[in-house]
């Protein structure tokens, strides 16, 4: 059986890769039916990655396009199956061609869960918020973490150092002065101290909105390509303090609690510290935010700068209101409110304020 003609609406990088992803498809269209003119765009990505929902005899399927070298799709299927493993909900790999960078996936449908919480419904919201934590502990208990990369001190530096060389030197054409990089050294050793302190457990590393799919059953995981062994907080603290929608302190307060109470009655490994006190938790929880906020104001501008990608650039106020916050909180972290002060004073009240 071969399968018809790829949509012209489909583009490719070039004619090679055109030619492999129609010989794989046609290999692998008579199991599942396929139909390649349905193909169409199914959701976009910060990375290399492009997804295509395509029509199949049993419904909607999705197909990865992750070229190589820049994509390696590997990793995707080892976690896809820790994650069915642990009695979660996220896609089944049914095809993979791990040399081109070919995958055919099961479909978790059509809602993200960050165009569902920006409906209004405060009441739904909750709803939806409170299976992701529920979910989220599943994840902490049932996924092994010993085969993942470990989230270590190497990793966190790299992460941060993405901020002051696209956000400092390339969108402002800051340089810093000594004593500035060595107030933002401190900061760097603060936190990465922080992060190290706490249990370690499989981090997803983007539980957000954005990767959360509402279905049944709830949620639909995504993007978790990149899970690895680190803090047990960072999770968590993507999902309250997230890229693309913010909540008020009582609402995340709210959301963090809920979870604190259902880890420590699962018996994940909080430590003494933050076991025993809510504040600790909150405060490891805040430390491990700013580490990945200043990491993802970092590659937002890197997707401008590098990629071409300037839209995520909008959501930098955002972001820096977030490091404000929780700098000016802190009194080790408040020698960095002078550093962000001249990128995000009126970045922020012009475009995002708490």
Known sequence: MT???LPASISWPDLGRQAAFQTWLNA??????????????ASTDASFR??????AASGCLIVMDAPPPHEDVRPFVDV???IQGAGLHGPQVLECDAEHGFLLLSDLGQLPYLEALRG????RADALMRDAVQALVQWQLR???????????????????????WCVQREFGIQWTVAQTATWQQTCRLLTGSALAQPTLAVHRDWMPRNLMVCEPNPGILDFQDAARGPIT????S??????????EEQELDWAVRYWQQARAAGLPLGDAMEADFGEFWRALEWMGLQRHLKVIGIFCRLKHRDGKAKYAADLPRFFAYANKVALRYGPLRPLLALLEPMSGQRVQAGYTF
């Open 28 to 41: 692998i269209a008579p199991r599942h039916g396929l139909d390649a003119a349905t193909l169409a765009p």
């Open 80 to 82: 896809a199956g820790l």
């Open 239 to 248: 999902l309250l303090r997230d890229a693309f929608i913010s909540w008020d």
């Open 143 to 165: 996924v092994p973490a010993a085969g993942l990369p470990a989230y270590d001190e190497a990793l966190l530096a790299r992460e941060l150092a993405l901020f002051p060389e």
């Open 3 to 5: 399968v018809s003609a």
């Open 120 to 123: 209004g419904d405060r009441a």
């Open 50 to 55: 492009r997804y295509l929902r395509i029509q």
């Open 234 to 237: 960072y999770d968590m603290a």
